[in-house]
């Protein structure tokens, strides 16, 4: 082991790590993409496993689906922040220890020439999205801040990949997308595209949020800080070096192409990392404020089972907070 990171696992009050590895399974939200880059490179670099922690990737099929493996029983995983909030409140077990996507990832897509101008026009059509995915899990709070009936649309299940071709074949009328992918729908669908984004419709819920079982938080403290502060410095690494950690994802899953997740990750840094608290406070840093906000959110769209107060649901405890964005991003 380098001796700057040693150094590092010191500062971070991280003990060197004994022969025994803590099998960690870490969900992920959905397919790799350029946004997962930085945990790929902190795995290929074994930080992970210096920190004593055996971290091992496990596909995803949506926030709604990774936030419920974890509930269940997974040690850690990636899952979009109001999706957590549902799931807790159906009584899974689950805390998010560290924000990803300080800002909403989630935006509409559809066809100009539908005639479709605005979401609300999507009353009485057809969206196409996955069973798990986030923004189907909340689409019923942005139909209530838009003031529609959430039941006035028609969910069609589809592939992520095949959302573009769904739109041009008109086999759906509107779909959603991480703002991360935007650069595909401009590519496929050109002057023709129609998008509008959760933000600029009044809803910037936290996204994307690296989570952990209760269970594993309460029997296992030392190895979820440890994973949780990695995958900060991970992150920032990549902010600023981003080549190298494409890389590592892309030599560990075959099929993808570089320059395309290169682009996933620019639009991720640019948009969904700018944050003032990520800057001044921690990356990864859950305002109480903006949490306690987001849970009004999802009570007041969701009939929650077993309620819970936000600090049941985020805890900013695990991270360093000398890990911080850089001021000029």
Known sequence: M?????????????????AAQERVTLVLNWIPSGDHAPIYYAIQQGWYREAGADVRLEIGRGSGASAARVGAGAEMGISDLGSVMVARGAGADLT??????????????????????????FAGRRLGNP??????????????RMG???????????????????LISRQVDG?????????????????????????SLGLNLYGNSLIANGRFLR??????????????RAYLRCIETPAPCIAAMTAAVSGMKAEEEMQNWNLTVTALFDDDDFRNRAF???TPERVRADLAVVRETFELAQPFEAEAVATNALLDTTLRLPASR
Request: proline share 6%; net charge positive; no cysteine.
């Open 2 to 18: 380098g001796r700057w990171f040693a150094a590092a696992l010191a500062a971070l009050g991280l003990a060197m790590p004994a």
């Open 219 to 232: 029997e296992k403290p030392d190895t979820a800080r440890a994973v949780t502060r990695i995958t900060q």
């Open 175 to 199: 779909t959603t997308f991480f703002y991360n992918y935007h650069y595909i729908m401009e590519r496929e669908i050109g002057a023709q595209l129609g998008f509008a984004s959760w933000r």
């Open 131 to 144: 069973p798990g995915d986030a923004a189907r899990v909340m689409w019923p709070a942005i139909a209530r």
């Open 284 to 286: 990864g840093w859950m």
């Open 96 to 121: 998010a220890v560290m924000n990803i996507f300080a800002n909403s990832p989630q935006g509409f897509y559809w066809l100009r020439s539908s005639g479709i101008t605005s979401v609300r026009d």
């Open 148 to 166: 529609m009936d959430a039941n006035s649309v028609t969910w069609v299940n589809i592939n992520p990949a095949a959302k573009p071709a769904a």
